[in-house]
T-cell receptor, first 118, second 111 residues
Framework: NAGVTQTPKFQVLKTGQSMTLQCAQD?????MSWYRQDPGMGLRLIHY???????DQGEVPNGYNVSRSTTEDFPLRLLSAAPSQTSVYFC?????????????????FGEGSRLTVL | EDQVTQSPEALRLQEGESSSLNCSYT??????LFWYRQDPGKGPEFLFT???AGEEKEKERLKATLTKKESFLHITAPKPEDSATYLC????????????FGPGTSLSVIP
């Protein structure tokens, strides 16, 4: 059981380049989300999805795009990278609002993708 | 404004020296309060969920408690392997799908 898998683990971009961070989960979770983590600021929500075909904005969505065509995958696209997007990005998934007994509200996180924009 | 703060920012303890970490929150309707542990270079790992004031949860040397405005993570007789960053997060009834994280407390346990 792989859980939440993120690729790549490390990436260096030049200002203005675009790229996609990949996220896949194999737990049949309804809910998936992307966070960025910066020193002293904690994890901040970028975008989230409550199911295939449904996405919404979090606290810091500008400069990022998402789509959810399948339950398993939730890619994050940087349209035109800027130095302010240098950060560690985490994908997380959960059972969402399901009434399942095992639903503690726990978010399952990937290992992170460290992005540097020069 | 919904927000979560944590104190202290960093804490150094001698092995066996018990202490507490604080998480204060301001949200318009608490759905649940979560504690996570994060090791360097890794994603956060779930520890506890607390739903209502007065609730307590325990796991090995860790005990989490909840009041109407804050939560405490008590660490009893810590060991070096407890060294990590501890994150507090809240889920809100008003925005069911959003979870807000605090900045974390970096704990170092010295042998």
């Amino acid at each position: 059981n792989a859980g939440v898998t993120q690729t790549p683990k490390f990436q260096v971009l030049k200002t203005g380049q675009s790229m996609t961070l990949q996220c896949a989960q194999d737990m049949n979770h309804e809910y998936m989300s992307w966070y960025r983590q910066d020193p002293g600021m904690g994890l901040r929500l970028i975008h989230y999805s409550v199911g295939a075909g449904i996405t919404d904005q979090g606290e810091v969505p500008n400069g990022y795009n998402v789509s959810r065509s399948t339950t398993e995958d939730f890619p994050l696209r940087l349209l035109s990278a800027a130095p302010s997007q240098t950060s560690v990005y985490f994908c997380a998934s959960s059972y969402g609002t399901s009434g399942r007994a095992e639903n503690t509200g726990e978010l399952f996180f990937g290992e992170g993708s460290r992005l540097t924009v020069l | 404004e919904d927000q979560v703060t944590q104190s202290p920012e960093a804490l150094r303890l001698q092995e066996g020296e018990s202490s507490s970490l604080n998480c204060s929150y301001t949200v318009s309707g608490l759905r649940g309060l979560f504690w996570y542990r994060q090791d360097p270079g890794k994603g956060p790992e779930f520890l506890f969920t607390l739903y209502s004031a007065g609730e307590e949860k325990e796991k090995e040397r860790l005990k989490a408690t909840l009041t109407k405005k804050e939560s405490f993570l008590h660490i009893t007789a810590p060991k070096p392997e407890d060294s990590a960053t501890y994150l507090c997060a809240v889920g809100m009834k008003t925005s069911y799908d959003k979870v807000i994280f605090g900045p974390g407390t970096s704990l170092s346990v010295i042998p």
